[in-house]
């Protein structure tokens, strides 16, 4: 195989690397690649990928040297691309080429450097590629004409997430303008699918498919478990065993790690901090220091997991668990890379869960499981994403030029043509897009939610959310804060952590988003925020079942989390019987108050469950996670055993009736920055695709696999006919609407929110009413209004909710609503619970009595009682456009204009309701 390299190649591997060999990987890796196949290389963290890779790359290019850029390397992170830049500058230097690292902190005089002079290697991400395809200044015909291959590393952090398919559309773009098919070459240590990672590649390419995946001599790991209840306990155990040597501890949270880190600190551990919400300065300054050590610990969360090198690792600490086995291996194969030591991990868990699912993860490691990258053909954010980036790219787009370079990628391959179509309108009507001249162009939504800095925000599919830079009086960057945390700080009061130092408020400025900080004695822990459930997959759920069930040892356990495991297996005594657990259709427990359905089948499917059984019986309350469903309510052996013969009836998972009304009653998570530009039935996809697992459920309950079901089932993604587009955004009719008296305030603004809750958290009482989407109940509006002023909220423009959670929580506001319970469920979505209220519903009720003529909607009791007229006629409009209409702002302000001149008539003395 070396002797297919170029001479020049050859040589410099002999004489400047003093190789004398290939290793296996790269041997095979060779032959793929210079015989012209795209690929996904498999190999061991530190297993020579890269090399296995870029041998043959350079090969390729000193043979035949391009014009412009010949070669891609593109990394998910900058991180990784600055550790791995000094390598490839090396081989690139020794066969006489050049490489370029461009992303966001390459300087831009370096850039128009490397534009006139292109190098022919250029490192890079997806998002920075997107800067340059978008960019009116860059001739991209000229610099990618040449382009050959492109190499991705990590490829398993890409696949089967939005980057993914946001890199794989790019590539496509690129495979435009360049004159040859170009190659793709994949690199991971980790993915347990390859053979759909190279399809997923393949794109639109005709070159061969191959994975390259030597056989592995099995390795020796040195494994620890350790559990105790106290995280300054675990902290201390690990400060003792981090002062011999070089260390990692990964934690699953930033506030985990900074908590960590103090502990750590106090015992004598020389500490550094290394998670996304600390400043790129600090983390680089905390990986120079560490390399300069010879006994620290970098206390990380996923930050360091990727491929990036940070010196010889003695230990790598986890605190609980990672959620897959994926990313054990990723971080125990930081460890054991010199001659003569050994991959390592030792856990320190807090809670049994924890414990259970660090066992789960070696058992199946064990075994060389490790999970399957779970591909979509429906990434709407992304394609939502790429209209605005092709119509930006070339001063618009036609339709048929989009559609056309979108089927390409495989991650748009199950989104058909009149869906498309069916999108196109609706982001024409609602703003997202306008047509010019038979072109797609950026729309006057889409520009003023991301036409900032020269559409900056645009170029990643990925949210940046808002948060405050934190900074020293002597402007040293630490890192930054969550918005929700700064609004709890005091000034000159407040102490917080952060890169694991304890830091007290001098000020905060919000005018540019800022804190002060000094150093102080203590700290708290602060959040980042985050309220999407995490699930743990079927397969890990299903191997701590087979931990429970059995009496198996572990020699890696320490004593203590020994005796705790044999006193967990005590507790699940009443359902391990029979080992039960791993049959379809799980354990059913009843207690006093609730039914337990053991499933272990993880989180997707235990949710697929819950709101089946709450569509089959609405009373019932279900609560899941990972392991079990509770469920509460009017709920018996009988009830329970037909609803169970229920959902074992295909006809249950085909009924589109019963999945349209369970999609309508699934949370609203914000899962896209881009979610404001999507119709509703686009957004109840994309809730259902996070939340359900219908083939899986199936498969859990029945054993069986043969009922042609897929995870989202098909009722979920047709659009309903009322839902398909915004109506056109004209007056419905020429009767001028009944205007409020008092003066009307539209708040779109996270800062606008906060000044108007903290305002009316000084008022005795406010009114309070809604406004949704009829079919799905989207939130469109939030109404508040006190004796003076009308505020109307559009939530489609707030990030930060946590200003109406405090306000509407607050028992010192009485809250006036009619029909409080709707609005309740409405903002219940969002995390909101409104206490302190005064229903006029009930309050009419109470003083008319239930059965009066006309009943007691709001416009039949204001009429009643206020001789006031309210034209409810736009009740059922579309509340989701934008702008609103006349006729819809008056609507909107006068239903809680009304509210407390209503109390203030029906309110019975001393009784609120």
Excluded at 61 to 71: F, H, T
Excluded at 123 to 143: C, F, G, N, R, Y
Excluded at 150 to 164: C, P, Q
Aim: glycine share 8%.
């Amino acid at each position: 195989m070396f002797g297919r390299f170029a001479p020049r190649l050859q040589q410099a591997i002999v004489a400047r690397l003093g190789w004398t060999s290939l290793r296996p990987v790269q041997e095979l890796a060779g032959e793929v690649l210079l015989d012209g196949h795209n690929a996904v290389i498999l190999a061991p963290t530190a297993g020579g990928k890269t090399e296995a890779s870029m041998f043959p790359v350079l090969s390729m290019l000193v043979s035949d040297q391009p014009e412009g850029i010949g070669a891609l390397y593109i990394a998910p992170i900058k991180a990784l691309l600055n550790n791995q830049s000094e390598r490839l500058d090396r081989y690139t230097q020794m066969v006489g080429l050049g490489r370029f690292v461009w992303h966001g902190d390459t300087a831009s005089h370096d850039r128009r450097r490397f534009l006139r002079e292109p190098s022919e290697l250029l490192m890079t991400t997806p998002e920075s590629l997107e800067v340059m395809l978008i960019s009116q200044k860059i001739d991209k015909a000229k610099l990618f004409a040449d382009l050959r291959v492109v190499v991705i590393d990590e490829v398993h952090a890409m696949a089967g997430s939005d980057r993914g398919a946001h890199l794989l559309s790019v590539i496509e773009r690129l495979a435009a303008l360049s004159r040859h098919d170009i190659q793709r070459v994949g690199l991971s240590a980790t993915v347990g699918n390859p053979s759909e990672i190279v399809g997923w590649l393949q794109g639109s390419s005709k070159r061969p498919g191959t994975i390259v995946d030597p056989p592995h001599a099995p390795a020796r790991r040195e494994l620890l478990v350790l559990r105790d209840d106290s995280l300054p306990a675990l902290a201390d155990s690990a400060a003792g065993l981090a002062k011999i040597g070089k260390s990692l501890f990964f934690c699953q949270s930033r506030a985990i790690a900074e908590a960590v880190a103090e502990h750590m600190r106090r015992a004598g551990t020389e500490v550094f901090v290394h998670h996304s919400s600390v400043s790129a300065e600090e983390r680089q300054l905390a990986e120079e220091r560490f390399h300069r050590g010879s006994s620290a610990c970098i206390v990380c969360t996923s930050t360091l997991e990727l491929g990036i090198d940070v010196g010889d690792l003695d230990r790598v600490f986890q605190a609980e668990a990672p959620t897959t086995v994926s990313s054990f291996l990723q971080r125990m194969g930081r460890t054991g890379r010199r001659d003569g030591t050994v991959a390592n991990t030792t856990f320190f868990c807090e809670t049994d869960d924890g414990m259970l699912q660090a066992l789960a993860m070696v058992e199946l490691a064990k075994t060389r499981w490790v999970e399957a990258v779970e591909l979509s053909d429906r990434a709407w954010p992304v394609l939502v994403h790429q209209l605005l980036a092709l119509s930006l790219a070339t001063d618009g787009v036609a339709p048929e030029a989009a559609w056309a370079h979108l089927q390409r990628v495989p991650d748009f391959a199950g989104i058909r043509r009149p869906e498309f179509d069916r999108l196109i309108q609706w982001m024409l009507r609602d703003g997202g897009l306008r047509m010019a001249s038979g072109l797609l162009v950026i729309g006057p939504k889409a520009e003023r939610r991301f036409g900032r800095r020269n559409f900056m925000e645009l170029y990643a599919v990925f949210s940046s959310p808002k948060s405050y830079s934190v900074q020293t009086s002597h402007g040293q960057l630490l890192g930054s804060l969550n918005q929700q945390f700064v609004d709890r700080l005091v000034d000159g009061v407040s102490c917080f952590l952060l890169a694991g130092r304890p830091w007290a408020v001098i000020s905060v400025q919000h005018d540019d988003r800022r804190v002060v900080v000094q150093a102080a004695p203590r700290g708290r822990k602060p959040t980042w925020g985050g309220f999407l459930p995490q699930f743990l997959g079927f397969e890990v759920c299903q191997q701590i079942a087979r931990t429970l069930c059995s009496d198996d040892d572990y020699v890696y356990l320490h004593s203590h989390a020994r005796d705790a495991l044999q006193t967990i297996r005590e507790q699940y005594q009443s359902v391990r019987a029979n080992d039960g657990l791993l049959q379809p259709g799980g354990i059913v427990e009843f207690a006093e108050d609730e039914l337990r359905w053991w499933t272990f089948a993880g989180g997707r499917i235990n949710a697929t469950l819950r709101y089946a059984l709450e569509a089959i019986s609405p009373g019932w309350k279900v609560v899941p996670d990972n392991f079990v469903l509770r469920i509460r309510g009017e709920v018996e052996v009988d009830s329970f055993r037909a609803a169970k013969e229920q959902l074992e009836d295909p006809e249950f998972w085909g009924d589109d009736a019963i999945w349209r009304s369970i999609a309508a009653s699934l949370p609203n998570y914000r899962l896209s920055k881009f979610q404001p530009l999507m119709p509703p039935w686009i957004e109840r996809e994309m809730v259902a695709d996070y939340l359900l697992d219908v083939g899986g459920t199936w498969r859990w309950l029945t054993g069986e696999a043969g009922v042609g079901l897929s995870r989202v089932p098909a009722a979920v993604r047709r659009a309903p006919a009322h839902d398909v587009a915004p109506p056109v955004a004209v007056e419905r009719d020429d009767t001028p609407p009944r205007l409020p008296t008092l003066p009307v305030r539209w708040i779109d603004g996270d800062q606008q929110l906060r000044d108007v809750c903290e305002r009316l958290r000084h008022e005795d009482a406010i009114a309070l009413d809604v406004e949704t989407t009829l079919y799905s109940r989207r939130l469109c509006l939030v109404q508040l209004g006190t004796r003076e002023e009308i505020f109307i909220i559009d939530p489609f423009e707030i990030v930060e909710f946590e200003p109406l959670v405090e306000l509407l929580g607050d028992e010192g506001v009485v809250k006036v609503i009619h029909n409080a319970s709707f609005e309740k469920s409405v903002l219940a979505v969002h995390g909101v619970e409104i206490r302190n209220i005064a229903d006029t519903l009930a309050l009419s009720r109470a003083r008319r009595g239930r059965e009066i003529e006309g009943g007691h909607k709001l416009g039949v009791v204001c009429e009643r009682e206020l001789g006031i007229e309210l034209d409810k006629s736009e009740q059922q409009s579309d509340w989701a456009r934008r702008p609103l209409s006349k006729r819809q702002m008056a609507y909107a302000a006068l239903d809680v204009e009304v509210l407390l001149g209503l109390w203030d008539r029906l309110q019975v003395q001393g009784r609120l309701f």
